[in-house]
C-alpha cells in the first residue's frame, strides 16, 4: 500500500481555476502500475456519499464521472509519485472535499471499494 496527501485545495472565486495534487509516499516502487481516482464529498453528506471525478490507469488512461462536464482534468507524472487533477471554471456545486484513491491495479477503476488506499482530502469552496 501507499500513503496519499491531496493538496491544493482552497477558496476559489467563481469563474476561478485550480489544480489539486496527490502525492503518494511508502511503498511507491510500483507507482507507475497505480490505478489513481479523484472523489468529492459535497457538504452535508455522509462520508459514505462520495462521488467520482477521474480516474486514471498507470499507462493514462483516464475515464470520468458520469456528472463531470468536461471541466475537470486528470493527469500524472509517474517520476514524481503525482497525480493532478485540474478543475476550470469553478462553480457552486464544485464545493466539497476532495479525496484521492489508489491501488495497483490494472484498467480504470469506477467502484470506489476497489481502491484500498485514501488520502484525508482537501477542501475545495466556490467563494460565491
Not at 462520495?50 to 464521472?65: K, N
Not at 475537470?72 to 476550470?88: G, H, P
Not at 456545486?93 to 467502484?111: D, K, M, P, Q, S
Not at 471499494?113 to 488520502?119: A, D, E, Y
Amino acid at each position: 500500500q501507499v500513503q496519499l496527501e491531496e493538496t491544493g485545495g482552497g477558496l476559489v472565486q467563481p469563474g476561478g481555476s485550480l489544480v489539486l495534487t496527490c502525492t503518494a509516499s511508502g511503498s511507491t516502487f510500483a507507482w507507475g502500475l497505480f490505478t489513481v481516482g479523484w472523489y468529492r464529498r459535497a457538504p452535508g453528506k455522509p462520508l459514505t456519499q462520495h462521488e467520482l471525478v477521474a480516474t486514471i490507469t498507470g499507462g493514462g488512461t483516464t475515464m470520468y464521472g458520469d456528472s463531470i462536464k468536461g471541466r475537470f482534468s486528470i493527469s500524472r507524472d509517474n517520476a514524481k509519485n503525482m497525480v493532478y487533477l485540474q478543475v476550470n471554471s469553478l462553480k457552486p456545486e464544485n464545493t466539497a472535499v476532495y479525496y484521492c484513491a489508489a491501488r495497483n491495479y490494472r484498467g480504470c477503476i469506477l467502484i470506489s471499494s476497489i481502491f484500498n488506499s485514501w488520502g484525508q482530502g482537501t477542501q475545495v469552496t466556490d467563494s460565491s
